[in-house]
């Protein structure tokens, strides 16, 4: 089934020589029939649809992606991603579960280094003192482990991952069968590795960006725009895929979320966004930089009108709760592993039993603390108020009770209490505004 799985993948990238936009419907034909249990019918349906509609933002977007994407990229997106990452990894993660008894993510994020060449306002990432490290026989090691399970996408985030950048690349040489990603500042993008990627083909990083040149450089420091539109547009030269990632909080909702923002980062070539809100994380976290609940729900609107008229894939992490029925974390979609290798259920949950060093990817899984987030899960019938922490504090406050998970800050340990305490009043007025909305269908 596999070489009639690759015969059929390798007749549809052919197709894509000669008038791609016309033979693609047709070609999605064939996706179904590789979608041997019927998980990805629907949405394969919808794109076909849309593709046949020469106004709709989807063919706009998918024209863009093959004029403007070198065809290896293309390709490697649609092998490791699309057919390996997603149809491929059902069977082997339904019977990993089954026999396992744990969840199988469908990604591993990675900080393959604490150290970072920026000092975000903000940001734990800035705070720490002596730099960790994840060896590249780890992080070769978590990729071996997770693929028996069914897991082929990886994104790595820090710190600036981009700091181990020639591991990262060795990483992805040595995976050709899974799909990387990485959340970088950009500043140590150049010629050499964009050359790089191009002859890994398999690794697409988004660029961290807070609006304008006055908003990102008030967070990142002054240079740190210039430096990602810098990194933007080599790039683009280099016809390799990329996107950006924005924290949007209570000074910069707006700007992020406007017309201007989004289409000038279109233009420069950007294919997918990451929207994260602002979690107030660490010692030195500012609650004042939390969202207020209208530009919380400005946000949810604006992602909403971005994907029917924009060609752009854009991502809402904390407002998608509706789409994905409550958190991704602790293993159900998504897991984090930090720079000392501590096993975290979420990138802004600092808490552990387990460490990658010293025990299996699939010992981690099976972690007190991810079976308590199982246990409960999903945190609120209101799925547009997923989080345990933003939206349902006194839920996490239970888990790592539960679970006797300690902190696994890098600078200071920060009790659940008091990491709680920060977002009790956001939660609370979030709340009446989520139920609004989540009522109003």
């Known amino acids: ?20 936009i016309e033979r693609i419907p047709a070609m999605l034909d064939v996706l179904t029939m590789l979608d041997t249990k019927s998980a990805y019918t629907k949405p394969i349906s919808v794109i076909r649809d849309a593709l046949r509609d020469e106004k709709s933002v989807w063919r706009n977007f998918i024209g863009g992606v093959l004029d403007e994407i070198d065809a290896r990229c293309v390709r490697k997106f649609l092998e490791c991603f699309v057919v390996n990452g997603n149809m491929e990894r059902n069977e082997i993660k339904h019977k990993a579960e089954k026999e396992h008894g744990c969840l199988v993510p469908w990604a591993i994020l990675l900080d393959p280094t604490s150290a970072c060449n920026l000092k975000c306002t903000g940001c734990w990432a800035a705070q720490y003192g002596e730099n960790h490290n994840l060896s590249f026989e780890t992080l070769d090691s978590i990729c071996s482990q997770g693929k028996k399970l069914g897991i082929f996408f990886y994104i790595f985030s820090g710190g600036e991952p981009l700091v181990r950048r020639d591991d990262i690349i060795k990483l992805c040489k040595t995976h050709q069968d899974c799909y990387f990603s990485a959340f970088t500042n950009g500043a140590l993008v150049d010629e050499d590795f964009c050359r790089e990627m191009l002859l890994a083909a398999n690794f697409a990083p988004a660029f961290s960006i807070e609006g304008d040149e006055t ?43 406007s017309d201007a923002f989004v289409d000038d980062m279109i233009a420069r070539g950007c294919r997918f966004s990451w929207n994260f809100t602002y979690m107030p994380v660490g010692r030195d976290a500012k609650p004042e930089l939390l969202a207020t609940p209208e530009q919380r729900e400005h946000m949810y609107r ?26 991704i974390a602790a293993g159900r979609n998504y897991l984090h592993i930090n720079a000392a290798g501590d096993v975290e259920p979420c990138a802004f949950i600092h808490y552990a039993n387990y460490n990658i060093n010293e025990v299996s990817l699939l010992e981690a899984l099976k972690s007190p603390i991810f079976a308590a987030y199982r246990k409960r899960h999903p945190f609120n019938e209101n799925h547009l108020r997923p989080c345990p922490l933003l939206d349902n504090p006194e839920m996490l406050r239970e888990i790592i009770e539960e679970s006797g998970a300690h902190s696994t800050d890098l600078e200071a340990p920060e009790d659940v209490g008091r990491l709680c305490s920060k977002t009790a009043d956001i939660a609370s007025a979030w709340a009446k505004c989520a139920d609004r909305l989540w009522n109003a269908g």
């Open 1 to 20: 089934m596999n070489k009639i799985k690759r015969s059929l993948v390798n007749r549809f990238l052919g197709f894509l020589s000669d008038k791609p």
């Open 215 to 257: 908003a990102t450089d008030m967070r990142r420091g002054e240079g740190a725009y210039a430096k990602v539109l810098a990194a933007m547009e080599m790039m683009r030269a280099h016809k390799l895929p990329f996107g950006y990632s924005t924290c949007y909080h209570s000074h910069n909702t707006e700007a992020v979320a």
């Open 302 to 327: 604006r992602i909403r009108e971005i994907r029917v008229t924009k060609p752009i894939f854009a991502m809402d992490f904390w407002n998608d709760g509706e789409h994905t029925k409550g958190c």
